[in-house]
């Protein structure tokens, strides 16, 4: 770990997440909308852009769960230090505990706010603010579990979109 340059992988991939599952809602919304067959093209590029999505996700969450999920019993305390460092550094974690600070901090990351809309980003924080408090979940965290969380809902929405696609494609217009 010495002087060893380490980007922000979980960004990164969350970041293309949020991109192609966009880019794939709006192909597949491009397909549904067009009359006939003439927009196959459209279909298999939105499908490419889902998968490509789901990769990217899956890929940000084992990226999460390395960075914020427990220690391995072989870690070394120099890893705990580096991954603590790394965590402040890239201002992954939130320093606010309560729901109005934890608001105003959330709308001021510049990352969050790119990908999610305001009212996404109120919603969420409002769902997952109460769950966050109980058992062993840190509420430093919960800046990736927002992220996740409307991952997950962008994934559900395509998903949807992919289906009715797929009916519209075996139907034939």
Do not use: C, H
């Not at 999610?116 to 919960?142: H, V």
């Not at 996740?148 to 992919?162: I, M, V, Y």
């Amino acid at each position: 770990m010495n002087n060893v340059k380490v980007e922000n992988q979980l960004y990164f991939k969350a970041g293309l997440a949020f991109d192609s599952y966009k880019q794939a809602l709006k192909a597949f919304e491009s397909y549904l909308a067009s009359p006939g067959l003439g927009a196959t093209p459209e279909y298999y590029k939105a499908r490419n852009y889902l998968r490509d999505a789901d990769k990217f996700y899956e890929e940000s969450f084992a990226e999460a769960k390395k960075l914020l999920g427990p220690l391995p019993p072989y870690a070394s305390s120099e890893f705990e230090k580096w991954r603590t460092d790394f965590l402040s550094q890239n201002k992954i974690l939130v320093e606010s505990q309560e729901f109005a600070a934890l608001k105003e901090e959330l709308f001021q990351n510049g990352q969050l706010v790119r990908w999610i809309e305001s009212p996404d980003l109120e919603r969420l924080l409002a769902k997952d603010y109460e769950a966050q408090k109980t058992g062993k979940r840190k509420m430093a965290n919960i800046k990736v579990r927002i992220m996740l969380d409307r991952l997950q809902e962008l994934a559900a929405l395509a998903s949807g979109l992919k289906k009715r696609a797929q009916e519209k494609l075996q139907g034939g217009a």
